[in-house]
């Protein structure tokens, strides 16, 4: 029968359910539903086209009977040949509906009646048994029309999609159907010698309007991929939605089918856009030089816990060092005193007399005069390093000294600082303190950079933009340079049509460059970082493996000081073994004299 092989196409499809689109004899409407039941499948049916215009939210079934002098196809909108739908119809002939007015991303397939030897599968149900039931694939191109191309088969076996492959590639070959590209213009005017599509594709200023190049380049790599033919179309503002000049507008109305510019994900441009590919993090918000920022711990921060405390044991031993080896009362109870003394690199006059006692002092020499050499090196640059001083919110920002001023973007103007934002206080608290009092707030970003570098002005810009400029700033300006995000980084994308017949096959395209690296290549391209602060290079405290091969050092010092401490002691008390004989023989050699004398 053909309702297993309904059935399997349906659980190939993954469909929720199946609506069957018919008119006719309720009867065999209910013995249909009850049928599909019985193979694990659930049914309505309805011949009013109303019950394809709810939004489902998972794939849905549709099984059409086309026969002939039938109208209720014609009823059916645009809208209901999305991917949403996996439209099966059973009868012979493609119907005239599809032709021209059908999505791209429209599933349709056709199973035949003539192999099933029926006129009607729902009025007969005597239909011939055949071993295989052939399904084709009804692939719709908005120019060329509808073909036919075979691409299952069921059998008593199950379900196969032979050409499945076939099926996919054909559907990424748009034959050179143009698309369009909506572009805002940005910084784009009468003084570049060239059109805009020369303009977006220019890399010799990758600063200037870099994320619309970067998204417009992406965009063109996708329809190249689909084998489209794109069309830049020009506009003048990016999200504003009145008007026919805004990009937004035109992939919001399906007038354009893909952005040449990025937007951010937003909850109300989620009802009228659909997202095709994170492509740029987007950060703005205003930068200004500060002033240095003085620390209460300087003297502490150059050396870790674990530093001082080396140096600590260091000092405690080599004291006890110096006293062990120390030769007078004096040398002993100055010990400790000559260690600090020559840790503090002060004079310390005490050398000891003993050989021993003047290698520690050597070695503590040696040590002090290397600690002193990290902690000096570690100390300045520390300072260099020291964080810079100044507002980190635009509440603070609204406080402080600094003058206001910023690029002229439509968005900008459009989303922060022309309109009033009644849930963003600190926005509205900025501009009540700085812009009622200002004029000239919006600059070009060479002004603006100009007034940054005076140390006076807080510039607002898409950092992107200003990066490249910062080479008028000096090495300790740049590393004293302090941001305020009004758009923290976030990612951004290129859009679409909310459910458009193209959202899917854009999708697939921009996966295809994320797989082969090219949006990495083209982020490399067109995102600058910013200048390194060459102060902050030369920054790092010293660690206990710094010091890890002084201590070694101090350490075989020690050790040879006390071994050379040994000798001294032996010989030592050699010579006074030696001392105490041969005064004991001349005493002998003097008794006997005065014996013989007497």
Request: charged share 20%; aromatic share 10%.
């Amino acid at each position: 029968m053909i309702i297993p092989a309904v059935a399997a196409f349906f659980k190939y499809k993954i469909v929720s359910s199946i609506i069957i689109f018919t008119c006719g004899n309720e009867f065999e409407q209910i013995r249909l539903v009850r049928q599909l039941s019985l193979q694990g499948m659930r049914a309505t049916v309805s011949c009013d086209p109303g019950i394809l215009n709810e939004e489902h939210k998972t794939l849905q079934g549709v099984l059409y009977f086309n026969r002939p002098n039938d109208t209720l196809l014609d009823e059916t909108s645009w809208e209901h040949f999305s991917m949403w739908y996996k439209w099966l119809i059973i009868g012979n002939e493609v119907p005239s509906r599809l032709n021209h007015t059908t999505r791209y991303d429209a599933d349709i397939t056709l199973l035949g009646l003539r192999q099933l030897g029926a006129i009607d599968a729902i009025d007969n149900s005597s239909v011939a048994y055949h071993e295989s039931i052939l399904f084709e694939d009804l692939y719709v191109h908005l120019r060329d029309g509808v073909s036919r191309h075979p691409w299952a088969v069921w059998t008593p076996a199950g379900f196969q999609p032979l050409y499945e492959l076939e099926r996919i590639r054909r559907r990424h070959d748009l034959k050179r159907y143009t698309m369009r590209i909506p572009t805002p213009v940005g910084h784009y005017d009468d003084s570049y010698e060239g059109t805009f599509a020369d303009y977006v594709m220019d890399n010799s200023q990758p600063g200037r309007d870099s994320a619309i190049r970067c998204g417009y380049g992406t965009s063109s790599l996708i329809l190249e991929w689909l084998q489209a033919k794109e069309v830049i179309l020009q506009m003048e503002q990016w999200s504003t939605d009145a008007g026919n000049k805004s990009m937004f507008t035109r992939l919001a109305q399906g007038t354009s089918e893909l952005s040449g510019g990025i937007l951010r994900m937003q909850h109300k441009r989620l009802l009228k856009l659909d997202y095709v590919i994170p492509l740029w993090i987007f950060k703005v918000g205003f930068t200004y030089v500060a002033e240095r920022e003085s620390s209460s711990n300087m003297f502490v921060i150059p050396f870790t816990g674990t530093t001082w405390a080396a140096c600590a044991v260091v000092t405690l031993v080599l004291a006890i060092a110096q006293r062990a080896t120390a030769k007078q009362e004096s040398e002993k109870e100055g010990a400790f005193v000559a260690v600090m003394a020559t840790w503090l690199q002060q004079d310390a006059s005490a050398v000891p007399e003993g050989a021993s006692g003047r290698i520690t002092f050597m070695a503590l020499s040696i040590c002090s005069m290397l600690v002193y050499a990290y902690y000096s090196s570690a100390i300045v640059s520390a300072l260099m390093s020291a964080g810079s001083s100044g507002p980190t919110t635009l509440r603070a920002l609204g406080d402080s000294r600094y003058r206001l001023a910023s690029e002229d973007y439509e968005w900008i103007r459009a989303q922060m600082f022309d309109v009033y934002i009644p849930n963003w206080p600190e926005m509205e608290y900025l501009k009540r303190k700085k812009l009622q009092s200002m004029a000239n707030f919006y600059l070009d970003w060479q002004a603006g950079m100009q007034l940054v570098k005076s140390g006076t002005t807080a510039y607002h810009a898409e950092y992107n933009h200003v990066y490249p400029l910062m080479s008028v700033l000096s090495d300790d300006q740049v590393c004293k340079l302090q941001y305020v995000d009004t758009v923290p980084p976030i990612m951004s994308w290129l859009v679409t049509t909310r459910r458009g017949q193209w959202t899917n096959l854009l999708r697939i395209g921009g996966d295809w460059l994320h797989e082969t690296g090219l949006v990495k290549r083209m982020l490399s391209r067109w995102q600058l970082k910013p200048p390194p602060c060459r102060a902050a290079l030369l920054a790092e405290r010293v660690s206990y493996g710094d010091v890890a091969p002084l201590i070694i050092l101090t350490v075989v010092g020690l050790l040879t000081s006390v071994a050379v401490l040994f000798v001294e002691r032996a010989v030592a008390k050699w010579r006074a073994k030696k001392t105490d004989k041969s005064s004991s023989d001349k005493i002998q050699d003097e008794e006997i004299i005065d014996t013989v004398m007497s």
